[in-house]
C-alpha cells in the first residue's frame, strides 16, 4: 500500500549544499527532508580541499575581481558558524587551520606586491617576515616570499557530519533505483520511494536539487534542460610523507591561478595527506596517474627542495566541479538557484564552492519568500520514511585510495 506525504521543501543531494539548507530550512520553520542516493559529501564535498577563502586566490592578475569580491565576507561568515553564533550551527566541526599561506618559489611580480600591500587587499593578506615563517619555510634554501591569508580550512567530514546531527532524522539515504519522478499535468513533480517494505509518495511545494553532478540526470528524468551544468574536472594528487609539517598554501607561478595548492588532511589510520591541487590537476586532468605523480614530485622537488619524499606513497583523484553552466566554461563567481523551465515546483542549484554553500542557502531562502512558500504550520509526519535508513557520511579520497610508492621509472 502506498502512503503519502507532504513536505514543504524536499532537497535532493546531501552534499554541503543540500546540508546547509537544510539547516537553514529547519531553523526557519519549514517542513522539510533530505534524500541523499550514496554517502553524504560523496561526490565533490569531502573530495574538496576544505578552504573558506575569501577571495584573494582571485587576484593574482594584481587587481580585485568580481569573484574575489563575491567570496570576500565568507571566512566571517564561517568563523560565526563555527562560534555557534552564525546562521547555522557548526560548532561540532574541525577547524585544520586558521590560516592559509601564499608564497613564491623566487620573487613575486612588483605589481602584485604592490597590490598586496595596498588599501584594496587591507586585512586579507599580510606579509609575513622572515622571524614569522613556519617551520617548512625556515630553511635556508627558501628564497622567495611568502604571504598569509585570513582563509580558514575546515575538517569537510565533521562539517558534514555536525550539519547531519544538527537535522537529525531527516536525512535519508534514497539510492537511485528506488527513487521514481514523475510530473502530472499541472507540471508539478513528485517523488515516489519504492523498496521492499513499501511505498511512500512524497508531494513537496518545492523539490530543490543540490546533487552537485547529479543534477543533470535528475533534470533529464523529468524532461527538463534547464538549468544547465557544466563539468570542469580535476585530477588531484595525494601524497603521504615521512615529515611532521601539515602545511596549507597556494604557491604562486605565472598563471592567474595558483601552480600549486596545497592541503593536508587526516586520514583514518592515523597518518596525514598532502593533497595537491591547483594548476597541477587541472593540468593534470588527461595524464595517467604515474606521469601525473611523476610531475607532482618534480613540483615538489622544485618548490621545496628540503623535502624529504623518498619514503613518500602516492595516489591520485580524478574528480568533477559541478556548476551551473557558463559562456566559455569559465568558473562562475557565484553561488547559483535557479528555477526549472518546465516544473513549477522544482529548482536546481550549485554552490560553485564549499565556501559558497551559505549564500546558496540564503539565495534559496529569498527565492521561497518571494514564491510565497512560506513555512507550514501543521507538522508532517515523517514516520512513512521510516522505511529507509538515514544517510552516513562519505569516506574521504584518501580513506579510499590504493596508496603506492613512487613509480618506478621516469624519474
Ligand atoms: C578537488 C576539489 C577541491 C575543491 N576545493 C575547494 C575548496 O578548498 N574550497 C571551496 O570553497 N570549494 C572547493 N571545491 C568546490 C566544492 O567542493 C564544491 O563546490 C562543493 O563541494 C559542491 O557541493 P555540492 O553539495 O553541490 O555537491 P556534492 O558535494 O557533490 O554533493 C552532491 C551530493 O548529491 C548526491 N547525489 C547525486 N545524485 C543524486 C541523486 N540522483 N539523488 C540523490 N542524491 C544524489 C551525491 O551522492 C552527493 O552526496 C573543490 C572541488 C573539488 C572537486
Same mark, same amino acid.
Given at each position: 500500500m502506498s502512503q503519502h506525504i507532504q513536505l514543504d521543501?524536499?532537497?535532493?543531494?546531501?552534499?554541503?549544499?543540500? =546540508? #546547509?539548507?537544510?539547516?537553514? =530550512?529547519? +531553523?526557519?520553520?519549514?517542513? @522539510?527532508a533530505l534524500f541523499e542516493a550514496h554517502a553524504l559529501g560523496g561526490d565533490q564535498?569531502?573530495?574538496?580541499?576544505?578552504?573558506?577563502?575569501?577571495g584573494i586566490k582571485y587576484? !593574482?592578475?594584481?587587481?580585485?575581481?568580481?569573484?574575489?569580491?563575491?567570496?570576500?565576507?565568507?571566512?566571517?561568515?564561517?568563523q560565526d558558524c563555527l562560534a555557534g553564533c552564525g546562521d547555522v550551527d557548526l560548532r561540532g566541526a574541525n577547524v585544520l587551520s586558521d590560516h592559509f599561506y601564499m608564497w613564491s618559489s623566487a620573487s613575486v611580480t612588483s605589481k602584485l606586491t604592490t597590490f598586496?600591500?595596498?588599501?584594496?587587499?587591507?586585512?586579507?593578506?599580510? *606579509? $609575513?617576515?622572515?622571524?614569522?615563517?613556519?617551520?617548512?619555510?625556515?630553511?635556508?634554501?627558501? *628564497?622567495?616570499?611568502?604571504?598569509?591569508? $585570513?582563509?580558514?580550512?575546515?575538517? $569537510?567530514?565533521?562539517?558534514?557530519?555536525? =550539519?547531519?546531527? +544538527?537535522?537529525?532524522?531527516?536525512?535519508?539515504?534514497?539510492?537511485?533505483?528506488? &527513487?521514481? #519522478?514523475t510530473k502530472d499535468d499541472q507540471n508539478t513533480c513528485q517523488l515516489t520511494v519504492k523498496t521492499d517494505q513499501g511505498e511512500v509518495n512524497?508531494?513537496?511545494?518545492?523539490?530543490?536539487?543540490?546533487?552537485?553532478?547529479?543534477? &543533470?540526470? =535528475?533534470?533529464?528524468? !523529468?524532461?527538463?534542460?534547464?538549468p544547465e551544468m557544466q563539468i570542469r574536472p580535476l585530477q588531484q594528487?595525494?601524497?603521504?610523507?615521512?615529515?611532521?609539517?601539515?602545511?596549507?598554501?597556494?604557491? !604562486?607561478?605565472?598563471?592567474?591561478?595558483?601552480?600549486?595548492?596545497?592541503?593536508?588532511?587526516? @586520514?583514518s589510520d592515523g597518518s596525514w595527506v598532502w593533497y595537491l591541487g591547483g594548476s597541477l590537476a587541472e593540468k593534470g586532468v588527461d595524464q595517467d596517474p604515474d606521469t601525473l605523480?611523476?610531475?607532482?614530485?618534480?613540483?615538489?622537488? +622544485?618548490?621545496?627542495?628540503?623535502?624529504?619524499?623518498?619514503? &613518500?606513497? #602516492?595516489?591520485?583523484?580524478? $574528480?568533477?566541479?559541478?556548476?551551473? *553552466?557558463?559562456? +566559455?566554461?569559465?568558473?562562475?563567481?557565484?553561488?547559483?538557484?535557479?528555477?526549472?523551465?518546465?516544473c513549477t515546483n522544482l529548482s536546481v542549484a550549485w554552490p560553485t564552492k564549499l565556501t559558497l554553500a551559505p549564500n546558496l542557502a540564503t539565495e534559496a531562502l529569498e527565492q521561497l519568500q518571494q514564491r510565497g512558500i512560506q513555512p507550514s504550520d501543521a507538522k508532517t509526519d515523517l514516520s512513512p520514511l521510516d522505511l529507509l535508513p538515514q544517510a552516513t557520511v562519505a569516506?574521504?579520497?584518501?580513506?579510499? &585510495?590504493?596508496?603506492?610508492?613512487?613509480?618506478a621509472t621516469g624519474l
Open positions: 521543501i524536499a532537497i535532493i543531494g546531501g552534499g554541503i549544499a543540500g =546540508l #546547509w539548507l537544510i539547516n537553514r =530550512l529547519q +531553523n526557519a520553520g519549514y517542513q @522539510c564535498s569531502v573530495a574538496s580541499q576544505g578552504m573558506i577563502h575569501g587576484t !593574482l592578475s594584481g587587481t580585485l575581481t568580481g569573484a574575489s569580491e563575491a567570496i570576500a565576507d565568507m571566512p566571517a561568515h564561517w598586496f600591500a595596498s588599501k584594496a587587499t587591507r586585512g586579507r593578506v599580510d *606579509k $609575513v617576515k622572515a622571524q614569522d615563517r613556519p617551520p617548512i619555510f625556515q630553511h635556508r634554501d627558501f *628564497k622567495g616570499q611568502l604571504y598569509k591569508l $585570513v582563509d580558514i580550512v575546515l575538517d $569537510v567530514p565533521s562539517v558534514l557530519q555536525t =550539519l547531519a546531527s +544538527n537535522v537529525e532524522g531527516r536525512v535519508y539515504q534514497l539510492p537511485k533505483q528506488q &527513487a521514481h #519522478w512524497i508531494r513537496a511545494r518545492q523539490f530543490i536539487f543540490t546533487a552537485g553532478q547529479g543534477n &543533470a540526470e =535528475l533534470l533529464q528524468q !523529468l524532461g527538463e534542460s534547464s594528487v595525494m601524497v603521504k610523507l615521512n615529515q611532521p609539517y601539515g602545511f596549507y598554501g597556494h604557491c !604562486l607561478g605565472t598563471d592567474k591561478t595558483p601552480r600549486l595548492t596545497i592541503s593536508s588532511h587526516p @586520514c605523480i611523476r610531475q607532482a614530485h618534480r613540483e615538489l622537488s +622544485n618548490l621545496m627542495p628540503w623535502l624529504d619524499l623518498s619514503d &613518500a606513497q #602516492w595516489a591520485t583523484l580524478p $574528480v568533477n566541479r559541478a556548476e551551473p *553552466k557558463q559562456q +566559455n566554461m569559465i568558473r562562475p563567481d557565484k553561488a547559483f538557484i535557479g528555477q526549472a523551465e518546465h569516506k574521504s579520497p584518501w580513506d579510499l &585510495a590504493d596508496f603506492r610508492p613512487f613509480p
